[in-house]
């Protein structure tokens, strides 16, 4: 049974930085796309960021390029997000997202993901 789990989530003010956590079993993680979605209250899920099986391609929403930066270690089954320059509007339900794909694609769709998380919050107050 495949679990995929986020931590870090938390309170922050505006300009703080975050880092999130993803663990993913009971797959072969290193043969998994992985990407992270948000979801704001009353709005659909965005895209935030992904990182393709062996780290080779990563790929970023315009509103969190420069900003995000999406990383994994397919030794520990991890795949992270730190999260700089954090604005109210990063405020959402963060969820971490497992997909088998080839070996450098990144899709941000979340057809593309097979295995998704609970999600974890991040509230940025002003």
């Known amino acids: 049974q495949v679990h995929v789990v986020e931590s870090g989530g938390g309170l922050v003010q505006a300009g703080d930085s975050l880092r999130l956590s993803c663990t993913a079993s009971?797959?072969?993680?290193?043969?998994?796309?992985m990407g992270w979605f948000r979801q704001a209250p009353g709005k659909d899920g965005d895209f935030v960021a992904g990182?393709?099986?062996?780290?080779?391609?990563?790929n970023y929403s315009d509103s969190v390029k420069g900003r995000f930066t999406i990383s994994r270690d397919n030794g520990k089954n991890m795949v992270y997000l730190q999260m700089n320059s954090l604005k109210p509007e990063d405020t959402a339900v963060y969820y971490c997202?497992?997909?088998?794909?080839?070996?450098?694609?990144?899709?941000?769709?979340?057809?593309?993901?097979?295995?998704w998380g609970q999600g974890t919050q991040v509230t940025v107050s002003s």
């Open positions: 997202a497992a997909g088998r794909t080839a070996a450098f694609r990144v899709d941000v769709d979340s057809r593309g993901y097979d295995y």
């Open positions: 990182i393709s099986r062996g780290s080779g391609r990563t």
């Open positions: 009971g797959l072969t993680f290193s043969s998994y796309a």
